[in-house]
Protein backbone atom coordinates (compact mmCIF):
# COMPACT_ATOMS: atom_id res chain seq x y z
CA UNK A 1 0.00 0.00 0.00
CA UNK A 2 2.90 1.93 -0.16
CA UNK A 3 2.65 5.52 -2.09
CA UNK A 4 -1.55 6.00 -1.19
CA UNK A 5 -0.32 9.94 -0.60
CA UNK A 6 2.40 10.29 -3.39
CA UNK A 7 2.18 13.28 -5.28
CA UNK A 8 0.14 15.21 -2.51
CA UNK A 9 1.36 18.08 -0.19
CA UNK A 10 0.11 17.63 3.38
CA UNK A 11 -0.15 20.52 5.79
CA UNK A 12 -0.48 18.76 9.54
CA UNK A 13 -1.33 21.22 12.58
CA UNK A 14 -0.41 20.35 16.20
CA UNK A 15 2.47 17.93 14.09
CA UNK A 16 4.71 18.62 17.12
CA UNK A 17 3.06 15.69 19.58
CA UNK A 18 0.47 12.99 19.79
CA UNK A 19 -1.85 12.28 17.25
CA UNK A 20 -0.15 15.31 14.32
CA UNK A 21 3.08 13.58 14.92
CA UNK A 22 1.63 10.55 13.86
CA UNK A 23 0.02 12.06 11.22
CA UNK A 24 2.64 13.41 10.00
CA UNK A 25 5.08 10.68 9.94
CA UNK A 26 2.81 8.25 8.43
CA UNK A 27 1.69 10.14 5.69
CA UNK A 28 5.41 11.22 4.84
CA UNK A 29 5.79 7.78 4.99
CA UNK A 30 2.73 7.13 2.03
CA UNK A 31 4.52 9.64 -0.13
CA UNK A 32 3.21 12.83 0.96
CA UNK A 33 5.57 15.91 1.84
CA UNK A 34 4.81 17.47 5.19
CA UNK A 35 4.63 21.27 6.25
CA UNK A 36 5.07 20.10 10.03
CA UNK A 37 3.01 22.79 11.79
CA UNK A 38 3.44 23.71 15.29
CA UNK A 39 3.04 26.74 17.88
CA UNK A 40 5.91 25.16 19.78
CA UNK A 41 8.42 25.63 16.89
CA UNK A 42 11.53 22.76 18.89
CA UNK A 43 8.79 20.20 18.44
CA UNK A 44 7.26 21.01 15.01
CA UNK A 45 11.15 20.62 13.56
CA UNK A 46 11.55 17.28 15.21
CA UNK A 47 8.67 16.08 14.02
CA UNK A 48 10.39 17.28 10.75
CA UNK A 49 13.61 15.91 11.97
CA UNK A 50 12.67 12.66 11.86
CA UNK A 51 10.40 12.54 8.91
CA UNK A 52 13.38 13.70 6.81
CA UNK A 53 16.16 10.70 8.76
CA UNK A 54 13.24 8.44 7.30
CA UNK A 55 13.58 9.70 3.83
CA UNK A 56 11.15 11.45 3.86
CA UNK A 57 10.48 15.26 2.30
CA UNK A 58 9.70 17.26 5.50
CA UNK A 59 9.40 21.14 6.32
CA UNK A 60 8.79 22.75 9.98
CA UNK A 61 6.73 26.06 10.34
CA UNK A 62 5.77 27.59 13.94
CA UNK A 63 2.54 29.14 13.69
CA UNK A 64 0.00 30.60 16.26
CA UNK A 65 -3.16 28.58 14.81
CA UNK A 66 -5.55 30.76 16.76
CA UNK A 67 -4.61 33.83 14.55
CA UNK A 68 -6.27 34.64 11.19
CA UNK A 69 -2.99 36.18 9.57
CA UNK A 70 -0.66 34.04 10.52
CA UNK A 71 -2.61 31.22 9.36
CA UNK A 72 -2.46 33.24 6.08
CA UNK A 73 1.15 33.76 6.38
CA UNK A 74 1.79 29.41 7.18
CA UNK A 75 -0.22 29.05 3.66
CA UNK A 76 1.48 31.47 1.75
CA UNK A 77 4.79 30.02 3.39
CA UNK A 78 4.05 26.25 2.74
CA UNK A 79 2.55 26.84 -0.74
CA UNK A 80 5.78 28.85 -1.94
CA UNK A 81 7.87 26.09 -0.29
CA UNK A 82 6.48 23.13 -1.96
CA UNK A 83 4.74 24.54 -4.79
CA UNK A 84 1.25 23.07 -3.70
CA UNK A 85 -1.05 22.19 -0.86
CA UNK A 86 -3.50 19.43 -1.47
CA UNK A 87 -3.53 18.10 2.06
CA UNK A 88 -4.96 20.16 5.18
CA UNK A 89 -4.59 18.10 8.62
CA UNK A 90 -6.24 20.52 11.29
CA UNK A 91 -4.50 17.56 14.31
CA UNK A 92 -3.94 21.54 16.70
CA UNK A 93 -5.75 21.15 19.65
CA UNK A 94 -5.79 21.29 23.53
CA UNK A 95 -8.04 19.60 26.57
CA UNK A 96 -8.96 21.76 29.42
CA UNK A 97 -6.88 21.77 32.49
CA UNK A 98 -9.00 19.09 34.51
CA UNK A 99 -12.72 18.24 34.26
CA UNK A 100 -14.58 21.58 35.64
CA UNK A 101 -17.93 21.33 34.83
CA UNK A 102 -18.01 25.11 35.21
CA UNK A 103 -15.10 25.99 33.51
CA UNK A 104 -13.99 30.22 34.10
CA UNK A 105 -13.87 32.49 30.91
CA UNK A 106 -10.31 32.23 30.51
CA UNK A 107 -10.47 28.59 30.13
CA UNK A 108 -13.47 28.46 27.97
CA UNK A 109 -11.80 30.70 25.65
CA UNK A 110 -8.41 29.04 25.75
CA UNK A 111 -9.96 25.32 24.91
CA UNK A 112 -12.64 26.94 21.98
CA UNK A 113 -9.88 28.72 20.74
CA UNK A 114 -7.66 26.02 19.81
CA UNK A 115 -10.17 23.37 19.50
CA UNK A 116 -12.59 25.55 17.28
CA UNK A 117 -11.00 28.71 15.64
CA UNK A 118 -7.82 27.13 15.30
CA UNK A 119 -9.70 24.29 13.08
CA UNK A 120 -11.28 27.44 11.17
CA UNK A 121 -8.64 29.73 10.33
CA UNK A 122 -6.27 26.58 8.77
CA UNK A 123 -9.36 26.03 6.61
CA UNK A 124 -10.01 29.24 5.48
CA UNK A 125 -6.45 30.33 4.98
CA UNK A 126 -6.42 26.96 3.06
CA UNK A 127 -9.35 26.92 1.11
CA UNK A 128 -7.86 28.88 -2.43
CA UNK A 129 -5.06 26.57 -2.82
CA UNK A 130 -6.65 23.29 -1.95
CA UNK A 131 -9.24 24.48 -4.38
CA UNK A 132 -6.67 24.94 -7.11
CA UNK A 133 -4.74 21.93 -6.36
CA UNK A 134 -8.38 19.89 -7.83
CA UNK A 135 -8.16 16.74 -5.25
CA UNK A 136 -7.72 19.58 -2.32
CA UNK A 137 -8.92 17.06 0.71
CA UNK A 138 -9.22 18.56 4.68
CA UNK A 139 -9.75 16.22 7.63
CA UNK A 140 -10.38 17.59 11.20
CA UNK A 141 -10.04 16.22 14.56
CA UNK A 142 -12.75 16.11 16.86
CA UNK A 143 -13.23 13.42 19.54
CA UNK A 144 -15.86 11.17 21.25
CA UNK A 145 -17.23 13.71 23.56
CA UNK A 146 -18.39 16.04 19.65
CA UNK A 147 -20.66 13.27 19.65
CA UNK A 148 -21.75 11.48 22.96
CA UNK A 149 -21.78 13.54 26.47
CA UNK A 150 -18.77 12.75 29.11
CA UNK A 151 -16.92 13.70 32.15
CA UNK A 152 -14.21 16.34 30.72
CA UNK A 153 -15.03 20.03 30.35
CA UNK A 154 -18.20 21.63 28.89
CA UNK A 155 -15.40 23.75 27.00
CA UNK A 156 -14.10 20.79 25.16
CA UNK A 157 -17.26 19.06 24.10
CA UNK A 158 -18.38 22.15 22.93
CA UNK A 159 -15.26 22.71 21.00
CA UNK A 160 -15.48 19.26 19.44
CA UNK A 161 -19.27 19.10 18.83
CA UNK A 162 -18.75 22.22 17.06
CA UNK A 163 -15.96 20.75 14.92
CA UNK A 164 -18.19 17.91 13.51
CA UNK A 165 -20.54 20.13 12.62
CA UNK A 166 -17.92 22.70 11.21
CA UNK A 167 -17.14 19.41 9.09
CA UNK A 168 -20.58 18.92 7.90
CA UNK A 169 -20.93 22.96 6.87
CA UNK A 170 -17.65 23.07 4.69
CA UNK A 171 -18.26 19.55 3.09
CA UNK A 172 -21.79 21.21 1.59
CA UNK A 173 -20.19 24.75 1.00
CA UNK A 174 -16.72 23.51 -0.03
CA UNK A 175 -17.54 20.43 -3.09
CA UNK A 176 -16.83 19.61 -5.06
CA UNK A 177 -13.23 21.56 -4.84
CA UNK A 178 -12.44 20.04 -1.81
CA UNK A 179 -13.33 17.13 0.62
CA UNK A 180 -13.98 18.17 4.05
CA UNK A 181 -14.34 14.91 6.54
CA UNK A 182 -13.73 14.48 10.42
CA UNK A 183 -12.32 11.75 12.77
CA UNK A 184 -13.33 11.65 16.36
CA UNK A 185 -11.15 9.80 18.57
CA UNK A 186 -12.00 8.17 21.78
CA UNK A 187 -9.59 8.18 24.55
CA UNK A 188 -6.02 7.79 22.61
CA UNK A 189 -2.64 7.23 24.79
CA UNK A 190 -0.79 10.63 24.12
CA UNK A 191 1.36 13.13 25.94
CA UNK A 192 -2.29 15.33 25.91
CA UNK A 193 -3.97 12.37 27.93
CA UNK A 194 -1.09 11.51 30.15
CA UNK A 195 -1.85 13.46 33.29
CA UNK A 196 -5.87 12.00 33.34
CA UNK A 197 -4.78 8.25 32.13
CA UNK A 198 -2.44 8.74 35.17
CA UNK A 199 -5.18 8.71 38.11
CA UNK A 200 -6.28 5.13 38.52
CA UNK A 201 -9.79 5.50 38.99
CA UNK A 202 -10.28 7.58 36.24
CA UNK A 203 -8.82 5.37 33.99
CA UNK A 204 -10.25 2.10 35.72
CA UNK A 205 -13.49 4.00 35.30
CA UNK A 206 -13.28 4.72 31.62
CA UNK A 207 -12.23 1.76 30.54
CA UNK A 208 -15.28 -0.13 31.14
CA UNK A 209 -17.16 2.24 28.56
CA UNK A 210 -14.70 0.93 26.15
CA UNK A 211 -15.68 -2.25 24.29
CA UNK A 212 -12.12 -3.28 22.92
CA UNK A 213 -11.28 -2.89 26.32
CA UNK A 214 -8.10 -0.63 25.93
CA UNK A 215 -7.34 2.85 24.92
CA UNK A 216 -6.14 3.76 21.61
CA UNK A 217 -2.82 4.47 19.92
CA UNK A 218 -2.17 8.13 18.00
CA UNK A 219 -0.64 5.66 14.99
CA UNK A 220 -4.60 4.42 14.97
CA UNK A 221 -6.04 7.48 14.29
CA UNK A 222 -3.69 8.19 12.18
CA UNK A 223 -4.68 5.47 10.05
CA UNK A 224 -7.93 6.92 9.72
CA UNK A 225 -7.13 10.14 8.97
CA UNK A 226 -4.46 8.72 5.90
CA UNK A 227 -7.60 6.87 4.34
CA UNK A 228 -9.54 10.28 4.47
CA UNK A 229 -6.97 11.94 3.09
CA UNK A 230 -6.36 9.64 0.09
CA UNK A 231 -7.96 9.37 -2.60
CA UNK A 232 -9.47 6.06 -1.62
CA UNK A 233 -11.83 8.33 -0.05
CA UNK A 234 -12.60 10.37 -3.30
CA UNK A 235 -16.35 9.41 -2.89
CA UNK A 236 -16.31 10.61 1.26
CA UNK A 237 -16.86 13.96 1.94
CA UNK A 238 -18.98 15.31 5.29
CA UNK A 239 -18.46 11.96 7.59
CA UNK A 240 -17.21 11.53 11.55
CA UNK A 241 -15.61 9.04 11.42
CA UNK A 242 -15.25 7.51 15.51
CA UNK A 243 -12.31 5.85 15.87
CA UNK A 244 -13.05 4.64 19.86
CA UNK A 245 -12.91 1.19 20.75
CA UNK A 246 -16.84 0.90 20.37
CA UNK A 247 -17.41 4.20 22.86
CA UNK A 248 -19.84 5.08 20.93
CA UNK A 249 -21.85 2.29 19.71
CA UNK A 250 -23.15 2.08 23.24
Known sequence: MAGRMRGKVALITGAGSGIGAATAKRLAAEGARIACVDRMGERA????????????DAHAVETD????????????????HFGALTTLVNSAGVRPEGRDRA??????????????TGTYYPSRAALPALSGSGHGAIVNLSSVYGMVGGSLSPAYAASKGAVVNLTRQMAMQWAPAVRVNCVCPGMIETPMTRALLEDPAFREAVLLKYPLQRFGQADEVASAILYLASDEASFVTGVSLAVDGGYTAG
Do not use: F, Q, Y
Not at 65 to 71: G, K, P, R
Not at 103 to 116: C, G, K, S
Open 45 to 56: KETARLISAAGG
Open 65 to 80: VTDAAACERMVDHVVA
Open 103 to 116: PAPAEWERVVDTNL
